[in-house]
């Protein structure tokens, strides 16, 4: 139920109650608005007792500048985040229910591609300390034509597996797939 009866006035989602809004509060700081209830929902104040009017004390900013703990965003499939710069997608956010805040609920915002693969930082340097030598790091990391090419000229005579350690060790290498560390 989206507007559940019988509950404190304070705690109602957003789309329960009108409320005057002030668009001339200072950003940042403390700000009342006189709320009322809509016609089809029953509320109580603090000590239990049936209320139409209550004020909603926050802090005064859009919801597009609420901390991203406060909406939920759409997921993008097609990321690749192993590129510089760091690749970015539209997302379509919506403010969570009992979050209240000026202008609209829903809104778009670029977001940073983020998802993983599955791999490791810590076993893909643990691989390139001991086995790097053979190439077993870019193996892991999916990437297999450096991984023979590594395994052929033994680590590259030792050079190119003391380079793939820092690299890796920095997390300049990732996994092929473009995806970030777990």
Partial sequence: MKCPSNGLCSKLPADCVECKTNFSCVYGKPVTFDCTVKPSVTCVDQDFKSQRNFIINMTCRFCWQLPETDYEC??????????CPRQRYMANCTVRDH?????????????YCNWTGGYKWSTALALSITLGGFGADRFYLGQWREGLGKLFSFGGLGIWTLIDVLLIGVGYVGPADGSLYI
């Fill in 99 to 111: 979050v209240h805040c000026l202008g609209n609920r829903t809104f778009p915002k670029m977001l």
């Fill in 74 to 83: 759409s997921n993008s499939t097609s990321c690749m985040t192993v590129s």
